[in-house]
Structures are given as structure tokens and as C-alpha cells.
């Protein structure tokens, strides 16, 4: 045990520590430093402890000064005492705590935790209790740095995260989970409850299969499709995993990761209309090679039976009783001639040549034919066409038809009036000139939906149509590497978006075509 060291005269005079001598074996034994110092910052007593902390040989510690005890490195400490002597004592605690870092050359930087106790009597002299909180700051820190390193991977995550006590409070809500739900992290830890996030009832369900053993284990959820309510009152479908978290044995905090499903479920639709199309591309092959055979065959004797009647009108002459069935055999026969060379445009036995066109041209065209027969009337149309659209390569002619059958069909479904709406614009980042043509009509059925594009499909009375029209559209719009399709249909009105594959131009002027096809 060290040498004891004199205390200060007005501390020897009390008797209490005269009376009780361990009381210097306890002061000297105690991992912690103290020290008694004067009103002057001198050293009266230090015990052991106090020097290792200081870094400052026991033996030299009484008397000493205390500013030069901590090396100058700490003189705030000083002036927070002097400032507690001159200032009132009476209305200050007599008892504060100070952290100082003690550094001297060779040695390890030391934080230590200095207890200031002036004693109620208010003597000339002061105490110190040192406590080394290095090995404190070293956890302080690294638990700091792990915080950051786990509070950084969370926020990098692209999925949401949402953490919430199980009061329904939020206390995580990440920066994935502030991209899908529209909610700032400020908006969600202050008077946001977890259930805004589901529909009624869903969350309460949500806690429930987490307490169950079947679905992945007590306190787990695991791969659950779920239904979560953007800020703006959208329904997101998400991928939902999450748990419990307990701490000794009680349930303490909920959650959950969130992974938007919207691009997978987009994906999957455009596979599916992708799939729908090639099969409708094959049927169409098929019944195309079919509709060619059937036009040659039909063809033939329908030119010999206009050929011969006629001649047989003419040897009658005008105003012979027969005349007018005459003149019928041979309307009827080139209405068959009409739906042959329709056959044959579905066949794709015609040729044609493809020129640099802009769909503008195409549907102002188109209107001019249009605009002055009687079923259109009674429709108002409005145009909206992009000024700076993107040019395709194309047949116009062919590309007019498309066109035309597809606004005659829309006037068709409009037989009270309404509006027809062309809108062509520019398909964002995909290389895609469009046309969509809108009507206020009653709509397509549902179940009709998938067999508008078949060949003698159609709605109309017998006699009005042959039901060719929109399948012959089908094989042109396929033809120009294109797409056609019903994007909306219901009883307020029906949408055909055509979608052509854009040109565009080199810097030397030359032309190329986009590749990147739409397909859904």
C-alpha cells in the first residue's frame, strides 16, 4: 500500500476519520481517483487511483497545482471552478460533473468523468472523484459507428422498411418505404399510426398471423401479397415479410419489408398480352393462308358470273322485265368481289411499297374522307396531335384504311353522337410513335374483347359487315412491325391505341429504325 499522504489541517481535525482509520485504506484501495483540493487548485490529498488517471506519479500529486496535474490540457476546468467561487454559491448545486481528456506524449488518450463536491459546510477546500470512462467512450463509439452503419444500410435499401412499437407508433420508416407510401419520415413519427398504411382491418389481420405458428413461425410473416394505401389514397401491391421483436419474452416492436410489386405485376400483364398476341398472330397466319386459297377459288367464278350476265343484259336490252334481276346478280357479284379483295388484303397477297410518313398526314387524311359522311354528322371530333411526333415507316394508303375502319367502327358505336378523340403522341424513352382513338360510345363487352381481331367476327347485323374489317387492320398494323389494341374499354367509351415502331434521324441525315418493338 502507498505511503498515506498528510490531509489538509482542517481535515485531520475531524474527528470522524480519527475515529475510523480504514477510512484512508478505503480511500487508497478504491479503483476510483480522489482528490481534495484547495480553493487555490492545489493538491492536499490524492489517492493512488488519481494519479494513474492523471497520468501523474503519486508521489508528486499533493501540493501540486492542479492545472499543472493536467498537463494545461483541460483549463475550461479551472475557470468552471473559479466561476462557481466568485459566483453565488448559495444559489448553485454544489455538486456538477465536467468530461476531460487527458493526452500526454507516449501515453493513451484518457476520458475521464470528474465529479466536483463542494461540501455543504463550505470549507476552504473542495473534493474530486475521477472515474476513467475511456473504455465507455470506446463502446460509445463503435456502437455509434455501427448505428450509422446499420442506420445507412437500412435507408440504402430499395424495399420499404417500417418499424412500429405495439401501440402502433412508427419509430422506423425508411427512405424506400418514404419513395412507395409518399409519407416523410417527420410525418410518420408524429401522430401516425400504423394502421393508416393498410386497409380497415388488414394491419389488426397482419399482427395476428405473426402470432401464428403458420405462416413461417411464432413472430414471423414471410412472403405475404398485401395491399398498402399510398398518401395520396392509391392502393400498391407489395411483397410483405416481417416479424415480432421481443425482448425477454415480450413483444416490444413490429416489422415489416416491403417490396413494390407494381413493375413485376406490369411485367407479367405485358408477358401475358405478348402471349395473347403471338397466339392471335398464329391463328391469323393460319387462317390467312386459308383466306388466300378461298379468294383464288371464289374469284375465278365470280369474274365469269359479272362477265356473263352482263352480256346477257345487254342482248336483252333497256326495259325487259328480266333487267333488274339482271342488274341485281351482278351487285351481289361485286359485293363478292369486295369481300374477296378483302380475303386477299387479310392474306397479305397484295405488295406494296414503304415510304418515311408521319401518322399526322395518316389521320388528317383520313378525316378529310371521312368528315363529310352522313354517320359523322352528328359527332364532334377533336384532335390532339403532337407537333414534333416521330416518323414511321409506312404504306399511307394501307395505314389510312386501318385508320378509317377503326374511326367507322367508333361512329358505328356512336349512332346518338358524341366525340371522337385522335391523340398521337410520342411513346416516352421507347421509341414508339402512337395513335389512340377514343370514342364516347357504349363500349365492348368483356368476353368480346379477345375475339374483335378474328377473322368474320362481328356485331353487327347480318348483311352490314363481314366482319373482316378489324382483322384486316389487324395484318397491316402487324405488317409495320406495330401493335393494336383495346387499352380501355367501358360503357362511357372505347380506346384502339396503334403503336409503329419510330424512325429516327443520324447526324449525317441518314434514317434508322427504332428496334425496340412494343409489344404490350
Excluded at 413494390?260 to 397466339?279: F, G, P, S, V
Amino acid at each position: 500500500m502507498a505511503t498515506q499522504t498528510p490531509l489538509h489541517p482542517s481535515i485531520e481535525n475531524n474527528t470522524d476519520l480519527q475515529s475510523a482509520p480504514y477510512l484512508y485504506q478505503i480511500l487508497e484501495e478504491t479503483p476510483n481517483g480522489v482528490m481534495v483540493v484547495d480553493t487555490n487548485h492545489r493538491v492536499i490529498y490524492a489517492n493512488p487511483a488519481a494519479g494513474l488517471f492523471l497520468d501523474v506519479p503519486f508521489s508528486q500529486l499533493t501540493g501540486s497545482s492542479l492545472n499543472s496535474i493536467l498537463h494545461g490540457n483541460n483549463p475550461e476546468l479551472i475557470e468552471l471552478f473559479d466561476s462557481f467561487f466568485k459566483s453565488s454559491q448559495g444559489n448553485q448545486k454544489s455538486r456538477f460533473r465536467k468530461e476531460i481528456s487527458i493526452e500526454k506524449e507516449g501515453s493513451e488518450k484518457r476520458v475521464i468523468d470528474v465529479v466536483f463536491v463542494y461540501p455543504p459546510s463550505k470549507p476552504d477546500y473542495y473534493i474530486l472523484y475521477l472515474i476513467d470512462i475511456s473504455h465507455l467512450k470506446i463502446l460509445e463509439r463503435e456502437l455509434r459507428r455501427r448505428n450509422v452503419f446499420f442506420h445507412n444500410l437500412i435507408d440504402s435499401s430499395v424495399d420499404g422498411i417500417i418499424a412500429a412499437d405495439m401501440e402502433g407508433n412508427i419509430i422506423l420508416f425508411n427512405q424506400g418505404a418514404q419513395s412507395l407510401l409518399g409519407y416523410s419520415e417527420e410525418e410518420t413519427l408524429s401522430n401516425f399510426h400504423v394502421t393508416q398504411l393498410y386497409k380497415e382491418g388488414v394491419a389488426y389481420e397482419v399482427i395476428s398471423r405473426m402470432r401464428s405458428h403458420e405462416y413461417g413461425g411464432m413472430g414471423k410473416l414471410r412472403h405475404q401479397e398485401l395491399v398498402v394505401t399510398h398518401k395520396n389514397r392509391q392502393d400498391i401491391p407489395v411483397r410483405f415479410s416481417g416479424g415480432i421483436i421481443y425482448d425477454n419474452g415480450q413483444e416490444i416492436a413490429t416489422y415489416g419489408i416491403f417490396t413494390d410489386l407494381r413493375a413485376m405485376h406490369k411485367i407479367e400483364e405485358d408477358l401475358e398480352n405478348t402471349h395473347q398476341m403471338l397466339m392471335q398472330s398464329e391463328k391469323m397466319a393460319g387462317l390467312g393462308r386459308l383466306a388466300a386459297g378461298v379468294a383464288h377459288e371464289i374469284n375465278n367464278p365470280m369474274s365469269g358470273i359479272m362477265l356473263y350476265a352482263n352480256m346477257v343484259l345487254e342482248d336483252l336490252g333497256e326495259n325487259h322485265e328480266l333487267q333488274d334481276d339482271l342488274k341485281t346478280i351482278i351487285r351481289e357479284a361485286e359485293r363478292c368481289k369486295v369481300i374477296v379483295a378483302d380475303l386477299l388484303e387479310f392474306s397479305h397477297q397484295t405488295s406494296y411499297e414503304m415510304d418515311l410518313l408521319n401518322l399526322n398526314d395518316v389521320v388528317t387524311k383520313t378525316l378529310g374522307v371521312l368528315k363529310n359522311q352522313p354517320s359523322f354528322h352528328n359527332i364532334k371530333i377533336e384532335l390532339k396531335l403532337e407537333k414534333n411526333l416521330r416518323p414511321v415507316f409506312g404504306n399511307a394508303i394501307r395505314l389510312n384504311q386501318v385508320v378509317m375502319n377503326i374511326m367507322v367502327n367508333s361512329s358505328q358505336a356512336m349512332p346518338n353522337g358524341g366525340t371522337l378523340t385522335i391523340t398521337t403522341r410520342n411513346r416516352a424513352s421507347s421509341g414508339i410513335a402512337e395513335i389512340a382513338i377514343s370514342d364516347t360510345g357504349s363500349g365492348i363487352e368483356p368476353e368480346l374483347r379477345e375475339k374483335i381481331f378474328d377473322p368474320f367476327f362481328t356485331t353487327k347485323k347480318p348483311g352490314e359487315g363481314t366482319g373482316l374489317g378489324l382483322s384486316v387492320s389487324y395484318a397491316i398494323v402487324k405488317e409495320h412491325q406495330g401493335t393494336i389494341r383495346v387499352t380501355e374499354s367501358s360503357p362511357s367509351g372505347t380506346t384502339f391505341a396503334l403503336r409503329f415502331p419510330a424512325v429516327q434521324e443520324t447526324p449525317t441525315g441518314e434514317t434508322h429504325e427504332e428496334h425496340e418493338y412494343f409489344t404490350g
